[in-house]
């Protein structure tokens, strides 16, 4: 079974500075996708970045990217030029192909990072 | 109103109480699911709806019974609840079942006492 693992349950970074979440996980399929999302105190969660692991290229989406390394199983989130709206709970996860052993393409979460920025 | 919402916002109830969560799409898609998310767990999906029809079921206690009458609308019926089944439920919505976007509704807080 797919597992996701963030071993960081808090993290905090100055205003402006850059920030880099962790996750892991662990797969024995060679073709998934792999999500961040974002949860604000207010609680709706929304998606902040995918990606693609067919593709090597690593996903941005203005100041959020990820380091996408597939031997490594690692799938981190940075975010450059941190601002005080960026303050949440980060979920990486996991997708497997749909359909894959009767799934529905269903996701994967770990436990979250909560994100604090300091003025 | 747009995207997905979900009322009531914050539910107290006890463990002999009915009650029902609901959730509302306005986005046009066909399949709706449930989370709970429990504080340091990972969200754990409950139910998955596609075109009204349930398509999976993670086994989940018959304490929690879902409906789904329409595409827009998803309903998770509770009754005779554990105080450890206080947590965040969470609906959403994609395109289709296990569509690569899910969009979130900001969650019911729920309090068994």
């Known amino acids: 079974a797919q597992t996701v693992t963030q071993s960081q349950p808090e993290m905090s970074v100055q205003e402006a500075e850059t920030v880099t979440l962790s996750c892991t996980y662990d797969?024995?399929?060679?073709?998934?996708?792999l999500f961040w999302y974002k949860q604000p105190p207010s609680r709706q969660m929304i998606l902040v970045i995918r990606q693609e692991a067919y593709k090597q290229q690593n996903a941005t989406e203005n100041r959020f990217s990820v380091n996408f390394q597939k031997a490594a199983k690692s799938f981190s989130l940075k975010i450059s030029d941190s601002q005080l709206g960026d303050a949440a709970m980060y979920f990486c996860?996991?997708?497997?192909?749909?359909?894959?052993?009767?799934?529905?393409?269903?996701?994967?979460f770990g436990k979250g990072t909560k994100l604090s920025v300091k003025p | 109103e747009t995207g997905v919402t979900q009322t009531p916002r914050h539910l107290v109830m006890g463990m002999t109480n009915k009650k029902s969560l609901k959730c509302e799409q306005h986005?046009?898609?066909?399949?709706m699911y449930w989370y709970k998310q429990s504080a340091k767990k990972p969200l754990e999906l409950m139910f998955v709806y596609s075109l009204e029809e349930r398509v999976e079921n993670n086994s989940v206690p018959s304490r929690f019974s879902p409906e789904c009458p329409n595409s827009s609308h998803l309903f998770l019926h509770l009754h005779t609840l554990q105080p450890e089944d206080s947590a965040l439920y969470l609906c959403?919505?994609?395109?289709?079942?296990?569509?690569?976007?899910?969009?979130f509704g900001p969650g019911t807080r729920l309090t068994v006492l």
């Open positions: 996860a996991y997708r497997s192909p749909r359909n894959y052993g009767g799934s529905q393409g269903n996701l994967i």
């Open positions: 986005l046009g898609h066909n399949a």
């Open positions: 959403a919505s994609s395109q289709i079942a296990g569509g690569l976007e899910q969009f």
């Open positions: 797969t024995s399929e060679s073709d998934y996708y």
